[in-house]
């Protein structure tokens, strides 16, 4: 007999499908009749969910609620709005339910995004792929001198976790002045960290300020007009968190007032931002469409890191990426 009934909700191609069943034999699969359109979308709810004491996916708060037998959530995204709030996490506690998520899928493809944000940035590669003239133009001149090199500049990232922990390696080798802004310092960072109270000052003098606050009570409009007007003159502004951490109409009279220098945005609030947004309409902000955690076989790596946790829920270990 099978020690766990687990119920999966993401939608997975035949493959990696087969991996997940093969990875939780011997224990029992359920399947939704309909699956989640993507690993950040909840799918429908499914009367079978009750038989399960393992749900790996995005279940409804409802149908959570609604189970004597669900032990252990493991979200197959980062993000974990929905079930961030004092209500769940009272109930969560109540309950005994332990709640995991998959930051570790993402964290490493959303270092390297916002990585690549801030290269572009220091090489103006917008400007630099769009203009076609000959060496010693004066606009070719221009372009060289606008480049601004890494080395020695000061980031600022809000945000310490999953995400920052490799990109504070990625931006080693150019010798940069990393502070980080966390809640409750845990001293092994390895890099200066300032509370919540401290980040302001900071902001001042930061070249580079990277965005990676989750969406809660507290952040939600946290960079707002005043914050962005306390910013570096010229400096460059990176969202890889949330949307809803950032008043848009805030950065976007910053943007266009030339205080910011640039913004680079991976998330927005809607997105698709619609066509006729006013941030479409500045050459210094660039916008991509929430892809920054996507990287080649990704479904197979959700599956493997659930499966990875698996192993250890069966065998009482530490489970990765607990948040409850």
Known sequence: MPDHTIFSDPKLDADTLEVLKKGVAPHRLI?????????????EADPAFVEADIAFGQPLIESIKASSKLKWIHLSTAGFTRYDTPEFRAYAK?????????????????????FSFMLAQARNLPASLALRVPNGHPEWTALRNSYRPL???????????????PLVKMLAPFDMDVVAMRRTPRGDEGVRVVTPAEVDGVLATAD???NILPDNA??????????????????????IGRGTTV????????LKSGHLGA?????????PLADDHPLWTLDNCHITPHTA????????????????????????????????
Not at 33 to 41: F, G, H
Not at 218 to 239: C, D, H, I, L, T
Not at 247 to 254: G, I, N, R, S, V
Not at 263 to 271: K, S
Request: with cysteine; proline share 3%; charged share 15%.
């Open 263 to 271: 913004a680079w945005l991976d998330v927005t609030v809607p997105e």
């Open 31 to 43: 399947l939704p009749e309909k699956v989640a359109s993507s690993v950040l979308s909840q799918a």
């Open 218 to 239: 507290e952040s939600v409009g946290y960079f707002n007009a005043a914050r962005f007007a306390s910013m570096k003159p010229g400096s460059a502004f990176y969202n």
């Open 94 to 114: 109540e309950k005994g339910l332990v709640v995991t998520n998959s930051s570790g899928v993402y964290a490493y493809a959303c270092a390297e995004h916002v």
């Open 208 to 210: 580079h300020v990277i």
């Open 293 to 324: 955690g996507g990287h080649g076989n990704e479904s197979l790596t959700l599956v493997n890191h659930f499966l990875g946790n698996l192993r250890r829920y069966v065998n009482g270990e530490p489970l990765v990426d607990r948040i409850m």
């Open 247 to 254: 008043d848009q109409d805030a950065l976007y009279e910053t």
């Open 151 to 165: 080395r020695g500049q000061q980031v600022l990232i809000l945000g310490f976790g999953g995400i920052a922990t």
